[in-house]
């Protein structure tokens, strides 16, 4: 199936500090899903988005999809140290996830 | 929300032993359930996808005569790494699914090969 790509790899933001991380596909995508892994632990479910140019919030997270449904990106308002992780997205086909590379993020105090 | 374990958290084993690995899914049924693989500072990378009653389907480059996939029953399904060499050292997740639950991830599997 086709991949995921996504980016940047890394980011390092001081605590406060905004961030995002996006999403991109060749293919119009499905549904897009969003998972946070801690150091150590597994994935935890974030959200699904699955409409065109579909904006959803969780607190300080807002996840996009685009109007053409092949991007979409997560972006943290005023990061917490507790937001500390690896971000993945991950497009659905039927239970099967394909995840895009993931964006490790690290918040300094 | 639904719950899906794993067993065991960690393992240790020789190179050329073999190690099974349990996921249950433990307050619903899952018809479906997936079995990934992650290397340190890596995404997870999906092996095999697990129908109860029927042959497991492997994603393309893992060897299904290594990575034995057992799905007895609606709550079951196990990995069993067989001769397993350092290279197979990794961190082993399973998800479960089914329509009504959802898509719901194990704690993973820590597997160390010496």
């Known amino acids: 199936g086709q991949q995921v790509m996504q980016i940047p790899q890394y980011q390092h933001v001081q605590e406060g500090e905004d961030f995002t991380t996006y999403c991109n596909s060749s293919?119009?995508?499905?549904?897009i899903q969003w998972y946070k892994q801690r150091p150590g632990g597994h994935p935890v479910f974030l959200i699904q988005?699955?409409?065109?140019?579909e904006v959803k919030k969780q607190k300080r997270l807002t996840f996009q999809f685009g109007e053409a449904k092949k991007n979409s990106s997560l972006h943290i308002t005023a990061t917490q140290t507790t937001d500390v992780g690896t971000y993945f997205c991950?497009?659905?086909?039927?239970?099967?996830?394909?995840f895009g590379q993931g964006t490790e993020l690290s918040v300094k105090p | 929300g639904a719950v899906v374990s794993q067993h065991p958290s960690r393992v240790i084993c020789k190179s050329g032993t073999s190690v099974k690995i349990e996921c249950r899914s433990l307050?619903?049924?899952?018809?479906?359930m997936f079995w990934y693989r992650q290397f340190p500072k890596q995404s997870l990378m999906l092996m095999a996808t697990?129908?109860?009653?029927?042959?497991?389907?492997?994603e393309q480059g893992v060897e299904k005569d290594k990575f034995l996939i057992n799905h007895a029953s609606l709550t079951l399904s196990t990995l069993t790494v067989t001769s397993a060499h350092p290279e197979d050292s990794s961190f082993y997740i399973c998800?479960?699914?089914?329509?009504?639950?959802?898509?719901?991830f194990g704690p993973g599997t820590r597997l160390t090969v010496t």
């Open positions: 697990s129908n109860e009653g029927s042959k497991a389907t492997y």
């Open positions: 991950a497009r659905n086909q039927g239970g099967k996830l394909i």
């Open positions: 307050d619903f049924q899952a018809t479906t």
């Open positions: 998800s479960a699914s089914s329509v009504l639950a959802g898509v719901y």
């Open positions: 988005l699955v409409k065109s140019g």
């Open positions: 293919t119009t995508l499905s549904n």
